[in-house]
């Protein structure tokens, strides 16, 4: 079997294209197996290419290991060979005890005739008390060490079955059970001299996703950008240049099948005409950038396009299941920090950075862990975030600001002309318990309204302060001045109209 290994690896959403590459001597035509392969390797995704030479066939061959004298194969580990060490030492510690238990059993034999041959002589009046009492003598210093040897025996025994519980408990942990099958590459060559193969295919069982640090320190945002990747294929990848991609090979080419939708129009009913149904809904609000992202990440949310990524360096992961996280790029960028609380979630305020995505390539979106000049302050996400866009991450709450939020719903309908009226008043008690003054950027939500018929109107003159803004999706933003070891409140009002034919509210 020639060796073919390893020299790139793209690791996709699900799985990983594995490309072999190895120089091979041909004379006329020969039939080569390469290898080995992984088990699990997808035979219908193998592509050869053979440079100085022509190709007659290639094909994935699975079949039973061989083997060798010994018990063990010759790709072995360390811990494997040690655990066979371990049962052939038991193997020999037992031989030994038996040894040992046969010497103690023949001494108490040859005592037995001792004293058997004894009692003969001395009733026939043949005494022999000197040498008697030196046989006795020479049996007892023999059973003696045979009994030191005994114990001596019993203790490398119970040490020797500690041992190899240790090795078996160990390497049923670190490893799985060696397989018995192997897959090897097959080609069939014709022509003279040296050949470059070059080999490709899909294995599954492996998946990577984006991870990130970031740390604020003195209006400063280091963002280092890493890979966590995974892989449990059977096969090591040894120094290996890695890439990574969003591609999704597993997913359906096939074009969805079409469906008739037939629509048609009909005149509104006299009722329909007098009242118009409503409802009031949450919408989870789904940007890229600052604030951007959705809850849940099924994948590896790449903004919609196929992108690839090199790792830094040359890599070596082993196929042990475990997460391995790579450097791919990091940089730094100036931030503007703002104190932000938003009391209908949350009581606490946290420290918001906002900076820019200085990279020359987008934030896919993962986890991030946060820091800053105290140290770790928790995990937070990050968005699908382009190049040069802006991007807001919270950097853990600020200690000894508190919002208490206090809400009062006034609702009256016209007896006239049935119009109703909902007026919403929030008020806002905030405390500072630090020596530092703060600027406090607390965020409420009203209404947005998509029906000409229920208008929403933030009611200014009753606001104190004034909402710095409120934006397209709802957002008002009130700025808070807080005096060091004190307290402020805020009030914010706004209203709900609605005519006198919506229902629903």
């Known amino acids: 079997m020639t060796t073919l290994p390893i020299s790139q690896v793209v690791v996709m959403e699900d799985r990983a294209q594995i490309e072999r590459v190895g120089a091979i001597t041909v004379a006329g035509r020969t039939r080569l197996e390469l290898g080995p392969i992984a088990l699990v390797a997808v035979d219908r995704s193998l592509e050869v290419n053979v440079t100085g030479a022509t190709l007659l066939d290639a094909r994935l061959v699975r079949r039973r290991r061989e083997r060798p004298d010994g018990g063990l194969f010759a790709d072995a580990s360390a811990l494997r060979r040690e655990c066979q060490t371990a049962e052939r030492d038991f193997v020999a510690l037992v031989d030994r005890m038996a040894q040992c238990h046969t010497l103690v059993e023949a001494l108490a ?13 001395a009733g026939a009046g043949r005494p022999e008390a000197e040498t008697w009492t030196q046989q006795l003598d020479q049996l007892a210093q023999q059973q003696r060490t ?4 005994m114990h001596a025996a019993g203790r490398e025994h119970t040490a020797g079955e500690r041992r190899i519980a240790d090795a078996r408990a160990a390497l049923s942990q670190a490893e799985p059970a060696e397989p018995e099958l192997e897959c090897v590459l097959v080609v069939t060559l014709e022509g003279e001299g040296s050949a470059e193969v070059r080999a490709r295919y ?3 069982c492996a998946a990577w996703r984006p991870a990130y640090r970031a740390r604020l320190d003195e209006g400063e945002v280091a963002l280092e950008a890493d890979a966590v990747v995974w892989q449990r294929t059977g096969e090591d990848w040894t120094d290996v240049s890695l890439m990574l991609s969003t591609a999704r090979p597993t997913l359906g080419t096939t074009p969805p099948t079409l469906f008739e939708d037939r629509l048609s129009t009909r005149p509104k009913q006299e009722a329909e005409k007098k009242q118009l149904e409503v409802a009031v809904r949450e ?9 951007g992202g959705s809850d849940e990440l099924p994948g590896v949310d790449d903004g919609g396009e196929a992108r690839l990524l090199q790792a830094s360096a040359r890599v070596s992961i082993p196929s042990d299941g475990a997460a391995h996280r790579l450097r791919l790029f990091e940089f730094r960028a100036p931030a503007s920090t703002s104190c932000v609380c938003a009391p209908e979630l949350a009581p606490e305020a946290c420290v918001v950075a906002r900076f820019e995505n200085r990279a020359d390539r987008p934030l896919l979106a993962g986890p991030v862990d946060l820091a800053r000049g105290s140290g770790s302050v928790g995990r937070g996400s990050i968005g699908f975030t382009a190049p040069g866009e802006r991007i807001a991450v919270s950097f853990g709450s600020e200690d000894g600001v508190a919002v208490l939020r206090d809400v009062k719903i006034e609702r009256e309908t016209s007896r006239l002309t049935g119009r109703l009226t909902q007026r919403t008043t929030v008020t806002l008690h905030v405390s500072n318990a630090s020596p530092i003054a703060r600027t406090l950027q607390v965020e409420e939500r009203v209404v947005v309204s998509e029906v000409k018929e229920v208008e929403v109107e933030v009611v200014t003159k009753s606001c104190t302060p ?12 009130i700025e808070l001045a807080l005096p060091a070891n004190g307290t402020a409140t805020a009030t914010f009002v706004w209203e709900l109209s609605a005519s006198g034919k919506v229902h629903g509210l």
Do not use: K, N
């Open 109 to 121: 034999h040859a005592r037995g005739e001792v004293l058997r041959s004894i009692s003969q002589a």
């Open 146 to 149: 045979a009994d030191e040897r």
């Open 202 to 204: 899909q294995v599954p």
């Open 283 to 291: 919408v989870v609000i789904e940007t890229t950038g600052e604030g």
């Open 466 to 477: 004034v909402a710095r803004e409120v934006d397209a999706d709802g957002i008002a933003r």
